[in-house]
């Protein structure tokens, strides 16, 4: 990997990073009704499951859904479904201590494992193995892809998780939470758009 090939993809994993996503859409909202504490779990479970994301298409998983075009097709419903339900817990959650929200974040575990149903992470993985990987010592280089992505990931979701930690004095009024939380609700079905789209072609 030239040196130029590795500077475009630490921009490239930083932009895809930081940028308004499903994870970072959850991390904002988590952040704002649990604290930065509290979110510590979800946030390290997204990097732990990405990199593992990361290394399974390196290792030929992406491959599966060029001979198996129905995975694709499953995977994108099935992730649409599972981002609906969230954006439903989202909408409902009002603070650790409300009645009928959500009563804790989401776990280091369930974190991870989303990140396999989580259309931009799967983006995120298959394009930087595709466009950053060189032939010659293709398998030395997704570890290096794998380890740049959590060095970079990490900073950025603590940011998002950050941010909303920050709003918690602005948001402690009950009203203010519940319409932050639909609004986060709302964005997370609006990253949808673009699988729906994707499908209507």
């Given at each position: 990997?030239?040196?130029?090939?590795?500077?475009?993809?630490?921009?490239?994993?930083?932009?895809?990073?930081?940028?308004?996503?499903?994870?970072?859409?959850?991390?904002?909202?988590?952040?704002?009704?649990?604290?930065?504490?509290?979110?510590m779990p979800h946030l390290l479970g997204i990097n732990l499951g990405f990199c593992i994301l990361?290394?399974?298409a390196g290792f030929g998983i992406g491959g599966l859904f060029t001979a198996f075009p129905f995975?694709?097709?499953?995977?994108?419903?099935?992730?649409?479904?599972?981002?609906?339900?969230?954006?439903?817990?989202?909408?409902?959650?009002?603070?650790?201590?409300?009645?009928?929200?959500?009563?804790?974040?989401?776990?280091?575990?369930?974190?991870?494992?989303f990140q396999w149903v989580n259309p931009k992470a799967w983006i995120m993985a298959i394009g930087?193995?595709?466009?950053?990987?060189?032939?010659?010592?293709?398998?030395?280089?997704?570890?290096?892809?794998?380890?740049?992505?959590?060095?970079?990931?990490?900073?950025?979701?603590?940011?998002?998780?950050?941010?909303?930690?920050?709003?918690?004095?602005?948001?402690?009024?009950?009203?203010?939470?519940?319409?932050?939380?639909?609004?986060?609700?709302?964005?997370?079905?609006?990253?949808?758009?673009?699988?729906?789209?994707?499908?209507?072609?």
């Amino acid at each position: 990997m030239t040196s130029d090939l590795l500077t475009a993809f630490i921009l490239y994993a930083f932009v895809t990073s930081i940028t308004p996503g499903p994870n970072n859409t959850m991390l904002l909202a988590s952040g704002a009704n649990y604290g930065l504490w509290a979110t510590m779990p979800h946030l390290l479970g997204i990097n732990l499951g990405f990199c593992i994301l990361v290394l399974a298409a390196g290792f030929g998983i992406g491959g599966l859904f060029t001979a198996f075009p129905f995975l694709h097709t499953l995977l994108r419903y099935g992730g649409a479904a599972y981002l609906l339900y969230l954006a439903w817990k989202i909408a409902r959650a009002g603070g650790p201590d409300s009645e009928g929200g959500r009563d804790r974040p989401m776990t280091f575990f369930q974190a991870a494992a989303f990140q396999w149903v989580n259309p931009k992470a799967w983006i995120m993985a298959i394009g930087a193995i595709a466009t950053y990987t060189p032939v010659d010592g293709f398998f030395g280089y997704v570890l290096v892809v794998a380890a740049i992505y959590v060095l970079a990931n990490g900073p950025c979701l603590l940011v998002w998780a950050a941010a909303g930690t920050a709003l918690r004095g602005f948001l402690s009024e009950p009203v203010r939470l519940r319409v932050f939380n639909v609004v986060m609700a709302l964005a997370l079905v609006a990253s949808l758009y673009p699988i729906l789209a994707e499908a209507g072609r």
